[in-house]
């Protein structure tokens, strides 16, 4: 057993240098060049050269992939163990399903998993994915410029499978290897109206000045395959006699195709303490962690032409809840309900705010054309530092992302517990999702 988990690591690890990206290209320069899905808004929106729009949703998109809730690693019957004689005590408490609890599931004894989740995203950032406005500039010839004041239609959905596999290496440590396979599907329809503006009051514009509709169509696409594979291990630090206070580290390796949205793009390491404390029929627990990140390309460090790479947001993440036994005995029933957060650190967002429909440095408006001075429309970037063009100049702040999550656990055989929850956001930050579903099964291999 154990020779057949250390040989599942390594083909895991072998895969991370085969599978994940390291130099993903996100500016695309024709639709030809659409076959990845981080070129479908920037090939729909026709914001593909000099404009922050793209890396900016591909920033927020890979931000919410490397924070997505996914299934313990231990979904399972916990094992304690009598601080005085070292027996092993069983409970009907059957354990959280998206957090994690302190106890271990015993020495030598496997356990695997697997599970559906399903993700409709609706709002990024706070404004709404089926009417985001956006503004884009082009310069027509020194004294005109275009301006494109564009609606976008975005439709973003995830279905995700997980498969866990638990190991209890001793009866205080588990290892852990967690498999998300995804199924990430995008579209856009987007209309846009052009107008002209002159950069001065003696030259007018062209005689093809007027406002022009033009609906920019309809593009959908699809991808699957391995997310991010995560790696942990936990050991119990303190065992005694309601208490029990563990330490853990989960690693997320770049295995996902960051260019279709299937990762992160960027390597994760999670520290985290967890704390339970199991009191007759009910068992509160409490784990604290920060998710550190590397750099991804999915992020460019100059958002204006799309080069050079940044460090993935980091994030503080705090989860409390408690596990209720509805039914003991041989089939044993429980309720899980869980508090997840995450206060993401120093993220690029999108920020709507009115933008002025003129010339850079020109309040003039050409007459007598009835279009508005000003539209409300979504900005990723703050000004340009021309001293410094490499500077990164994307929008960031800070945000608390929290969400509740209460599910059933149901043991109907030996060694068999089914499970169902449902995740509901709290709040409208990052890339929120309608309520998520999930439902599993699990099964513990006894030694």
Known sequence: MKRGLL???I???VGVSAVGQNTPFWNCPAPGNSKNLICLLPVATRATTTNPLAPTINSAIATQLSQLPVLSSGPAIAVTYDPATGVP???????????????????????????????RFHDIDGNN?????????????????????????????????????????????????????????ISSNSAATIYYVTSTNTI????????TAVNLGYFHGTSSGIGDILFSVKRVMYSGENDTIAAGLIFRAPTGDSLNYLGSGAYGFNPYVVWSHPVKKLSPHVRLGYQFNTSTSLIPSNP???????????????????????????????FAGDVIGNYVVNSPVLVSKYTCLCAAGDQYLASPFPYPSTVQALNP???????????????????????????????????VILYGNVTFQLNNVGLKSSPVPLAGVSYTFKP
């Open 7 to 9: 040989l599942i690591v």
């Open 11 to 13: 083909c895991c690890t």
């Open 89 to 119: 005590i069983i409970s009907d408490n059957l354990g959280p399903i998206l957090t994690d609890r302190a106890e271990t599931i015993g020495k030598h004894k496997l356990l695997v998993a697997f599970a559906y989740q399903r993700f």
């Open 129 to 185: 994915l089926n009417s985001l406005s956006f503004v884009f500039p082009q310069s027509i010839s020194q004294n005109l410029l275009q301006q494109t004041d564009e609606t976008v239609n975005v439709g973003l959905k995830l279905d995700q499978y997980v498969g866990v596999a638990t190991f209890g290496l001793t009866k205080k440590i588990d290892v852990s290897v967690i498999v998300p396979i995804d199924r990430v599907s």
């Open 204 to 211: 007018p514009p062209p005689p093809f000045n007027n406002p």
């Open 304 to 334: 204006v032409n799309g080069t050079g790479s940044s460090t993935l947001p980091g994030s503080f993440q705090y989860d409390l809840g408690a596990d209720v036994i509805l039914l003991s005995g041989k089939r044993p029933l429980t």
């Open 381 to 415: 970037t703050k000004a340009v530092n021309q001293a410094d063009p490499n500077s990164s100049n994307y929008i960031k702040d800070s945000y608390n992302s929290a969400q509740v999550a209460l599910g059933l656990k149901f043991k109907p055989w030996n060694n």
